[in-house]
């Protein structure tokens, strides 16, 4: 079936660096994908996300790239702060149908102080 | 706008009890969906629908029924708790023409 893998599974970077997270999808359909934070005990929320017709999105400190040929996809934040620290998902979906989302793993970013 | 809302919080349960999870959104969407988080797994898709009186097998369906009555609510059902069912649920709407999923805050459940 269809997986989303994601990279690294925890990251830990010093406030004012940068910090990047890399997913690989299986389904050539996908053409949605976005990125949720999730803070301690809240749910998912959506971030950025970027469809199969763009290469980049960008949104003050966070951009998203997506290489099609390739099915891999990064979430880039610069200037970390501390209120960054949190678990990242990535996901990839096609935009018909169910609209179902696969999910990557997760990432622990830690933005150190 | 209250978004999507789930009840209860936190629940345990011991092995064999049933309990239902409800999901209620009042944003009109016609998609919603069930999920349960488990560490190192991400979020894995149990059941979904797509409109009211409609409802569909996700990645994980085993163990639950769900029901859409209403529009606004979807409700996860457990007949027979196991402690393999052990995990956050997620519950997640969006409307349709639309890609966001707008999720609902979880519920943590404990089966004994």
Same mark, same amino acid.
């Given at each position: 079936g269809e997986? =989303?893998?994601?990279?690294?599974?925890?990251?830990? =970077?010093?406030e004012?660096?940068?910090?990047?997270?890399?997913?690989?999808?299986?389904?050539?359909?996908?053409?949605?994908?976005?990125?949720?934070?999730?803070?301690?005990?809240?749910?998912?929320?959506?971030?950025?996300?970027?469809?199969?017709?763009?290469?980049e999105?960008?949104?003050?400190?966070?951009a998203?790239?997506?290489?099609?040929?390739a099915?891999?996809?990064?979430?880039?934040i610069?200037?970390?702060?501390?209120?960054?620290?949190? =678990?990242?998902?990535?996901?990839?979906?096609?935009?018909?149908?169910?609209?179902?989302y696969?999910?990557?793993?997760?990432?622990?970013?830690? =933005?150190?102080a | 706008?209250a978004?999507?809302? /789930?009840?209860?919080?936190?629940?345990v349960l011991?092995?064999?009890?049933?309990?239902t999870?409800?999901?209620?959104?009042d944003?009109? #969407?016609?998609?919603?969906?069930?999920?349960? /988080?488990?560490?190192g797994?991400?979020?894995?898709?149990? #059941?979904?629908?797509?409109?009211?009186g409609?409802?569909?097998?996700?990645?994980?369906?085993?163990?639950?029924?769900?029901?859409?009555?209403?529009?606004?609510?979807f409700?996860?059902?457990?007949?027979?708790a196991?402690?393999?069912?052990?995990s956050v649920?997620?519950?997640?709407?969006?409307?349709?023409?639309?890609?966001?999923?707008?999720?609902?805050?979880?519920?943590?459940?404990?089966?004994?």
């Amino acid at each position: 079936g269809e997986n =989303v893998e994601q990279h690294p599974s925890t990251l830990s =970077v010093q406030e004012g660096d940068s910090a990047v997270i890399k997913c690989t999808y299986s389904d050539s359909a996908s053409n949605y994908f976005p990125w949720y934070k999730q803070e301690l005990g809240k749910g998912p929320q959506l971030i950025i996300d970027i469809r199969s017709n763009v290469g980049e999105k960008k949104d003050q400190r966070i951009a998203v790239t997506l290489n099609k040929t390739a099915k891999h996809f990064s979430l880039h934040i610069t200037e970390t702060q501390p209120e960054d620290s949190a =678990v990242y998902f990535c996901a990839a979906s096609r935009t018909s149908g169910t609209y179902k989302y696969i999910f990557g793993t997760g990432t622990r970013l830690k =933005v150190l102080a | 706008n209250a978004g999507v809302t /789930q009840t209860p919080k936190f629940r345990v349960l011991k092995t064999g009890q049933s309990m239902t999870l409800l999901c209620a959104q009042d944003m009109n #969407h016609e998609y919603m969906y069930w999920y349960r /988080q488990d560490p190192g797994m991400g979020l894995r898709l149990i #059941h979904y629908s797509v409109g009211e009186g409609t409802t569909a097998k996700g990645e994980v369906p085993d163990g639950y029924n769900v029901s859409r009555l209403k529009k606004q609510n979807f409700l996860l059902g457990l007949e027979s708790a196991a402690p393999s069912q052990t995990s956050v649920y997620f519950c997640a709407s969006k409307m349709a023409g639309n890609n966001e999923q707008f999720f609902g805050p979880g519920t943590r459940l404990t089966v004994l």
